[in-house]
């Protein structure tokens, strides 16, 4: 008669809770990699990651409303990317925009606009990376189609 292996205090413990999530979409990707890494996604996505512009006290009234405009647009065209997300509020709100590579046209639209902002940031595959601006950016280029 074979000797019944250990169990380990995981095994153990009752079944209160499931121990798998059904819905995960609310996880941030990087975390939907640490708990749960065959669930991850493969595609090669990059974001950008911006905030509200900072315009420097006593600009032109039409600097101020240029800027507030080209923000406005911005964040219309980072909420249609595919997983939008919007953290903090007032200056330190900042946005977040995934793309594809079958979306690289509206990743191209939304970086023309807040590309030059210092609050602009390139992740890659949800993470930062070092070059994501400088190499993995041009790169997705390649995927554009010419309109």
Same mark, same amino acid.
């Given at each position: 008669?074979?000797?019944? *292996?250990?169990?380990?205090?995981?095994? *153990?413990?009752?079944?209160?809770?499931?121990?798998?999530?059904?819905?995960?979409?609310?996880?941030?990707?990087?975390? /939907?990699?640490?708990?749960?890494?065959?669930?991850?996604? +493969?595609? %090669?996505?990059?974001? #950008? #990651? %911006?905030? !509200?512009?900072?315009? !420097?006290?006593?600009?032109?009234?039409?600097?101020?409303?240029?800027?507030?405009?080209?923000?406005? *647009?911005?964040?219309? /065209?980072?909420? +249609?990317?595919?997983?939008?997300?919007?953290? =903090?509020?007032?200056? &330190?709100?900042?946005?977040?925009?995934?793309?594809?590579?079958?979306?690289? =046209?509206?990743?191209?639209?939304?970086?023309?606009? #807040? =590309?030059?902002?210092?609050?602009?940031?390139?992740?890659? +595959?949800? +993470?930062?990376?070092?070059?994501?601006?400088?190499?993995?950016?041009? &790169? &997705?280029? %390649? %995927?554009?189609?010419?309109?």
């Amino acid at each position: 008669m074979a000797e019944a *292996r250990a169990r380990n205090y995981i095994e *153990r413990l009752p079944e209160i809770i499931q121990r798998e999530e059904e819905d995960v979409s609310h996880l941030d990707p990087e975390m /939907l990699e640490i708990l749960y890494p065959g669930r991850a996604s +493969k595609e %090669f996505t990059l974001s #950008v #990651v %911006f905030g !509200p512009p900072v315009v !420097p006290e006593g600009a032109p009234e039409e600097a101020v409303e240029a800027a507030r405009r080209s923000y406005e *647009r911005a964040v219309a /065209l980072a909420q +249609k990317g595919r997983d939008y997300r919007v953290e =903090g509020r007032d200056r &330190f709100e900042r946005h977040r925009a995934t793309y594809g590579i079958d979306e690289v =046209g509206a990743l191209h639209d939304l970086f023309e606009i #807040v =590309g030059d902002t210092p609050s602009c940031e390139i992740l890659v +595959k949800g +993470k930062r990376v070092p070059f994501a601006r400088e190499l993995w950016l041009p &790169f &997705f280029w %390649f %995927f554009k189609k010419d309109d």
